[in-house]
């Protein structure tokens, strides 16, 4: 652990954000793995995305947990999981929404005197 090399508060940042936005994307829409990282490829604009070997154990983690299943699906020969939230799933994204509205404006407030 390094606390002056900012790749390790990215990493810190990134694996939360990750979870987060994995959640809100399959909330949204069932979805396989390529189409998740591209979504969040896009919506953090190359930012804070993760790779592949990033959002996979997530996923796994998901669908042991018992929030999201994955269905089997074979497209132009080419089999890929297609992830779906679960009922739980739904509630943990509620709640992940929930804690990070509590933290954002505290995190807001530290940078706004970190530039003032």
Not at 50 to 69: H, N
């Amino acid at each position: 652990m390094d606390l002056e090399d900012g790749d390790y508060w990215k990493s810190l940042i990134n694996m939360s954000l990750t979870r987060f936005l994995i959640l809100q994307t399959l909330n949204r829409q069932p979805s396989h793995g390529y189409a998740i990282l591209d979504r969040l490829e896009r919506f953090t604009e190359g930012c804070c995305t993760p790779t592949y070997g990033g959002i996979y154990p997530v996923l796994k983690q998901l669908v042991q947990g018992g929030y999201a299943r994955a269905t089997a699906e074979t497209v132009s020969g080419r089999k890929r999981q297609v992830y779906d939230l679960t009922e739980k799933g739904r509630n943990a994204y509620q709640v992940a929404i929930g804690a990070w509205q509590e933290v954002l404006p505290y995190i807001n407030k530290i940078v706004d005197d970190f530039m003032g």
